[in-house]
Nanobody
Framework: QVQLVESGGTSVQTGESLRLSCRVFAYGDFACMGWFRQAPGKEREEVAGIDIGGITNYADSVKGRFTISRDNAKNTLYLQMNSLKPEDTAMYYC???????????????????WGQGTQVTVSS
């Protein structure tokens, strides 16, 4: 049984940093993993994706501020978030899929597994 467990979400002030983690309980590695977020009253949106080789993709809204990484040996996905803004407030979800990231990292329907989410709140 595959399980993704996020952690690290909390309340911070504008400009601060935060690192989210996603522990993956599964046999083998997923070709593509991603972070998505959903703010109150809005649809879930892509944040970042990373393939098994370390190639990354980012939404324009987080480029230059967020960094996605993965430690395959520890079965853990990370999201380093710097210069946080109030508009980054959301529930953050990690996701994993067997298919490659290329061309589809931002398509949530392409992901096979999802975590339960971790809340990030940024206040001004």
């Amino acid at each position: 049984q595959v399980q993704l467990v996020e952690s690290g979400g909390t309340s911070v002030q504008t400009g601060e940093s935060l690192r989210l983690s996603c522990r993956v309980f599964a046999y083998g590695d997923f070709a593509c993993m991603g972070w998505f977020r959903q703010a109150p009253g809005k649809e879930r949106e892509e944040v970042a994706g990373i393939d098994i080789g370390g190639i990354t993709n980012y939404a324009d809204s987080v480029k230059g501020r967020f960094t996605i990484s993965r430690d395959n040996a520890k079965n853990t996905l990370y999201l380093q978030m710097n210069s946080l803004k109030p508009e980054d407030t959301a529930m953050y979800y990690c996701a994993a899929k067997y298919g490659v990231c290329s061309g589809s990292w931002s398509k949530e329907m392409s992901y096979n597994y999802w975590g339960q989410g971790t809340q990030v709140t940024v206040s001004s």
